[in-house]
């Protein structure tokens, strides 16, 4: 029972300190609901409060960045192992997925519309680089026969030179090559993220008489379609 006083003493004596019950109870080893109990009629002062309410915001904050860095940890872990996955591709391989490509991103043949020529548009520069490398590799494209045109929003306050030297570091193209650029006007309604001062719009790459190779295209998408959906 003396024992128990002198924890109540000492428990008693660090809440008037201004320590937090989690603080206390890491120096007096008695139950939660007991504590809040020796506790209940101790008040705290006004800075003594303002010390606890900081410590439990840092405490917040921490335990956030402690989640994102697990988080992170975790992802690259995973990319990392399935990235290991897929290894000794060929030009087989880039035929298929540069089809699966253009079938989700290109301008398709329509019966209303059949003489569309190859035309695709993207803003990410890693999907840029792959199609540009299926055009040539898959279709035996001439650097000439490629068309770019830029769009971007006018509100990200990008000049035509800025955009031109961008989309040439990414294609590999002299910046001749892209002149035309057009800026819109129109209300931007969109939740996406990554329109910061990284985005450079929407790169339209056509290509010169191109009809056949369009459906060259399409009887290739219809191809892969027949081996896997039936």
């Given at each position: 029972?003396?024992?128990?006083?002198?924890?109540?003493?000492?428990?008693?004596?660090?809440?008037?300190?201004?320590?937090?019950?989690?603080?206390?109870?890491?120096?007096?080893?008695?139950?939660?609901?007991?504590?809040?109990?020796?506790?209940?009629?101790?008040?705290?002062?006004?800075?003594?409060?303002?010390?606890?309410?900081?410590?439990?915001?840092?405490?917040?904050?921490?335990?956030?960045?402690?989640?994102?860095?697990?988080?992170?940890?975790?992802?690259?872990?995973?990319?990392?192992?399935?990235?290991?996955?897929?290894?000794?591709?060929?030009?087989?391989?880039?035929?298929?997925?540069?089809?699966?490509?253009?079938?989700?991103?290109?301008?398709?043949?329509?019966?209303?519309?059949?003489?569309?020529?190859?035309?695709?548009?993207?803003?990410?520069?890693?999907?840029?680089?792959?199609?540009?490398?299926?055009?040539?590799?898959?279709?035996?494209?001439?650097?000439?026969?490629?068309?770019?045109?830029?769009?971007?929003?006018?509100?990200?306050?990008?000049?035509?030179?800025?955009?031109?030297?961008?989309?040439?570091?990414?294609?590999?193209?002299?910046k001749l090559h892209f002149q035309k650029v057009y800026f819109k006007k129109n209300k931007?309604?969109?939740?996406?993220?990554?329109?910061?001062?990284?985005?450079?719009?929407?790169?339209?790459?056509?290509?010169?008489?191109?009809?056949?190779?369009n459906r060259k295209v399409t009887g290739w998408i219809q191809g892969i379609c027949k081996?896997?959906?039936?």
């Amino acid at each position: 029972m003396e024992a128990k006083l002198e924890e109540r003493k000492k428990a008693v004596k660090l809440r008037k300190l201004g320590y937090s019950h989690s603080e206390i109870l890491k120096k007096v080893k008695v139950t939660r609901s007991t504590l809040t109990a020796w506790l209940k009629n101790i008040h705290l002062t006004k800075p003594q409060i303002e010390r606890l309410r900081l410590k439990r915001e840092n405490g917040r904050k921490l335990g956030s960045l402690t989640l994102k860095r697990n988080r992170i940890e975790k992802t690259k872990e995973i990319i990392d192992k399935a990235k290991s996955e897929i290894n000794s591709l060929n030009e087989s391989h880039l035929k298929i997925i540069g089809s699966i490509l253009y079938w989700a991103e290109g301008s398709k043949q329509k019966e209303h519309d059949p003489s569309k020529e190859l035309v695709f548009s993207n803003s990410d520069p890693k999907m840029i680089k792959l199609y540009l490398l299926w055009l040539n590799k898959c279709l035996l494209i001439k650097p000439d026969d490629i068309v770019f045109e830029m769009y971007i929003h006018e509100t990200y306050q990008k000049t035509k030179d800025s955009l031109a030297t961008y989309w040439s570091k990414v294609t590999n193209f002299d910046k001749l090559h892209f002149q035309k650029v057009y800026f819109k006007k129109n209300k931007v309604h969109t939740m996406r993220k990554n329109k910061g001062k990284d985005y450079h719009g929407v790169l339209r790459i056509s290509v010169k008489r191109s009809t056949d190779l369009n459906r060259k295209v399409t009887g290739w998408i219809q191809g892969i379609c027949k081996e896997f959906i039936h």
